[in-house]
């Protein structure tokens, strides 16, 4: 079967121009049916359908299920940065050694091999019971996390955490894009930068007080604490988001799902994370190991794109959604940008605890004006993009401040200020702040609206694809440039001791070369801040290959008024 577009289901309607609405669809979309791709097939050529679950809701109650959302969001990032905090006590106390690593690997492998998925399940099964089955991934997968007494049970455990962290990424974003026109919709998104902001820069002094309060066992009260809140959050997601029924048996549901393309999704991921994060740490990059999982993984990647393109009856990923040239340009700028934000989470505590000598607290208490900013401006972009009815200005202002930020960071070396650090981090946090959710808008208001949910997944997939491509290459970057810097009369005592990450300054047999040692640590750390800035600038040249659309508001407000969004709203269960 070839890949043509899936048709949104019809309910019965009056006779009105498809230029002001498009049919079963409660608010206007005009603006998006202008996407690129061709028009939506007619019922009777048969395509599978797709139901439109988009939902109107008073003003408090639309309130309140914003709020599960943006706290579910919360908890899930909450998560992620107090784990990586913990790592070395949970090192310590499960004897992993190296491997812990495999922590953080684990995660984003479960994260990646569903994320693709989570549209085209919501599309099917509904919005509201996957979001509620990502949760309870999260929650189980945290509680054995907190009881795991062997690091290969920590490792599996986390896994799971990771399929449910990556299905409420998707979800949350999605049932947002139900609940608010695109008008209105970037004011919602926006907001939700705040969430992610306020998980990521509290997340590490929780873990600290945690370990701090207990030393040897505290890191399990980490895993513990989310689970704890979105049990919570799930009872009153349960109550207050709207629930619209899609249509059909569980028997022609679970028939929907292209479960060839899954399984080969799944495959490639594993093949391709595990070489790419393990490279040059535990395995050589030229290991037979490593090179046959790459072509393995490869391998299912050609095939996945078969099956996506001749096979699949809804595929998990249209290959259509990178047909035209704007929004294969956002998908391209989702991965390179998130790699270079998660490079830059992972670098910025090793520049300033390596290299500077801070403690992990003082560490966590420098990187705050890059996280707060970026929490601020993201706030702040949704009203602006809200008045101006437009994405583009914000995404462009963004990405220029970005691109400025990575730039600046060249300055930072072994003697930089405090001041400096400051007024560096706020330029860049303004800068992440003004790009995540408007480009979301951007690519929302670009596609069609049967694609809404498996676009927005897409985009969190080449997210965390660039996370994992950037971290490979921005690691052996860093151990290539060092170990190349490091003097060559070095003992190959301390040597080794630098490479494997247990050099610490001060040490009696190493006082002599400690000078020389944290020189070649910061060639190394510069040699990645230098490889940031022309993948920030090729984002920032690629806004310029996106339309500046205008983005329309729900007719309901404008037109009748809050009296008749209520009563639209009651037939919305």
Known sequence: MDNRPVQILQPPQQDISQKQRIPGIQEDRSHELQSLDPPVQSHEQRTPTIEDQTSRLPFRRLLSAYLCLAAIYFISTLDINSVATALPAISRSLDAGNSITWTGTSYL??????????????DIFGRKPVLLLSVGFLVLGDILCGFSQTVTW?????????IGGGGISSLVQITVSDLVSLKDRGKYQGMLSG??????STGPFIAAAMLRANSREGWRWIFWIPPILATGCMAVMWICLPLKPVSGSWREKLGKIDWLGLAAAIACVVFLLIPLNSGGSIWPWRSALVVSMLVVGGFFFILFA??????????????RLFGQVPTAVIYLQSALYNSVWQVDM?????????????????????ILPLLLLQSVAGVISGPVM????RYAPVLYCGMALWTLGAGLKLLFSRTTSTAVYVIVLIIEGAGIGFVLQPALVALQALSKPEDRAVATSTRNLMRMLGSVVGMALSTAIQSTVMKAALPVDLPASIREQVDSGSWERGQPDTVGWDSQILDAKMKGVRAVFIMLVPLVGLCFLGCFFI???????????????????????????
């Open 386 to 389: 809200t008045k101006l009815a």
């Open 547 to 573: 339309p500046n659309r205008e983005l329309p508001g729900d007719p309901k407000r404008s037109e009748n008024g809050e009296a008749s969004l209520r009563q639209n709203s009651t037939h919305n269960p």
């Open 306 to 319: 078969i099956i996506e393109k001749r096979f699949a009856k809804i595929p998990i990923i249209p290959l």
């Open 195 to 200: 969430a992610i902001g306020l998980g990521a």
């Open 109 to 122: 492998m479960g994260q990646t091999a569903f994320q693709a998925l989570y549209g085209r399940l919501s």
């Open 346 to 366: 992972y670098f910025l505590p090793i520049y300033f605890q390596d290299v500077r000598g801070y403690s992990p607290l003082q560490s966590a208490a420098l």
């Open 154 to 162: 920590l490792y599996v455990c986390r896994a799971l955490s990771g």
